[in-house]
């Protein structure tokens, strides 16, 4: 691991939860629908942060200056994410 001091997990709770993993679209769709906003119009903002992010890491994977072991870790990290996973059976 690079960062092995470093906390994986996010800095405040999320639908009661501070891990990555556990992150789903429905949080966002619920958090949407308490503050008055469309849920849709959260997913069409995750979902387009998402696509970027993914296509990104797609185009650049082979070039950045990482390990196998390096990249290897952060493709792990990218499956064990519920929403990541959400994201791309809908894709």
Excluded at 5 to 33: I, P, Q, Y
Excluded at 46 to 64: H, K, P
């Amino acid at each position: 691991m690079a960062y092995p001091d470093v906390k994986r997990e996010l800095a405040l709770n999320f639908s009661r939860s501070k891990s990555f993993a556990t992150v789903e679209m429905g949080h966002f769709h619920r958090m949407f629908t308490r503050i008055g906003r469309d849920p849709q119009e959260a997913e069409r903002w995750v979902g387009q942060d998402l696509e970027r992010a993914l296509d990104a890491w797609d185009d650049l994977r082979g070039q950045l200056p990482l390990s196998a072991p390096a990249r290897a870790a952060l493709e792990a990290h990218l499956q064990s994410l519920t929403l990541v996973t959400q994201f791309r059976m809908h894709r």
